[in-house]
């Protein structure tokens, strides 16, 4: 791996929207880099105390303006999460730096234009409809299906329907979720096969288009709906060598058929085994990291960490990977129903489990929460470490039973 003294005394700009989980690490990672850093931001604190740029995610011009007049030299800019890629891709280019093109990021961001070059591309993928007019008779991909917006995440909105009536009841529970997260009402929506099977996320780092592999979570627990919680994920996978290679090869490709050529994916597919052989479909791909605190599971070289190889990656410093020692893997504790959450009970407990590392709660008491399908939050996250990855599953599944939330 080249060493992170390469990139020491480099400047970078890390775009922070208002609302992610993502900030603290990639101001921690860029000071282990004893980076200079610059804040983009439309209402983060100053994280770390570094100066701060107001920006406006939704004045992608005006927002250029003001990064361009108010920093000196930038050698890479980051967007921390999602609602900042659009920014970043924009200054980016502006400054002449290496990165993802414009276009490719708002693909990448539209599930349904992912479906669309995807298609195009020959990419594996589940049979879609992009309905228009909420024509549910028009989608004619039968049942079961799976109905979801196009422009949001989180498994927010995303409903399996059996049915016609459930079909129905999706879309229009999806219009609401719309209308009320400030989203284009009329936005298409996306109708597509369900596929059944075991499911995995990749995350990695381009360069110029090839894929270094930083991570392969299973999600044992893979839903099968009519909401998706995410849960557990453990590291490394244990699907076969070929059926993983085949996946990271889907992966790439898939990230290419958007324009991806930089930076990281995190990338959402199912082994799909109807035929008798096990086949990768993509879900989806993200042109960012993997998402609430789940890198912290992640350990690399000499603890280096997950932010600490994207800012390199930016930087233009060579990634070499090595797979971690051991396995690892992280609980996202779903919000089982909706009220106002008072406490939670069995910390100690948990913590006290063999192979537990950590446990962070990320919802403050007296906050409301609401379940999938609206709500968008992780009361928190159970980390572990094992000798393999069903050491770090029973682990994680033990603490989980020893918490009990009390929401009112
Ligand atoms: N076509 C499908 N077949 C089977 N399961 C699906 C399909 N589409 C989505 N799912 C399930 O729903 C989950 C969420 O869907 P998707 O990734 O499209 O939405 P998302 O809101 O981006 O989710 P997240 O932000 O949690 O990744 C998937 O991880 C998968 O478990
Ligand atoms: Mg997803």
Known sequence: MSSPAAVKGKCILLLVPPITYRATDFVDAAKRLELDVVIGSDGALPLGGNPVVRVDPNDLDGSVRRLLSAVGRVDAVVAVDSDMLPLAARLGAALGLAGNAPDAVAAAADKAMQRRLWAEAGIAQPGFRILSNDDIDGSRLGFPCVAKPVSLSASRGVLRADDKAALTAAVVEIRAILAESGHAQDEPIL??????????????????????????????????????????????????????AAATSLAERAARALGLRHGPIHAELRIDERSGEPRPVMLELAARSIGGLCSRSLHFLDGTSLEMLILMNALGAGVELRPPRGASGVLMLPVERGGILQRIEGQTEARAVTGVTGLSITIPIGQTVRPLPQGDRYLGFIFAEGRDAGDVEAALRLAHGKLRAIIV
Do not use: H, N
């Open 191 to 244: 109708v597509e096969e369900y596929v059944p099977g075991w499911e995995l996320s990749i995350d990695g780092l381009l360069t110029d288009g090839a894929l270094a592999v930083t991570a392969v979570f299973d999600k044992p627990d893979t839903p099968d709906g009519p909401t998706f919680e995410e849960t557990l994920l453990v590291t490394p996978s244990r699907l076969p060598a070929a059926t993983l």
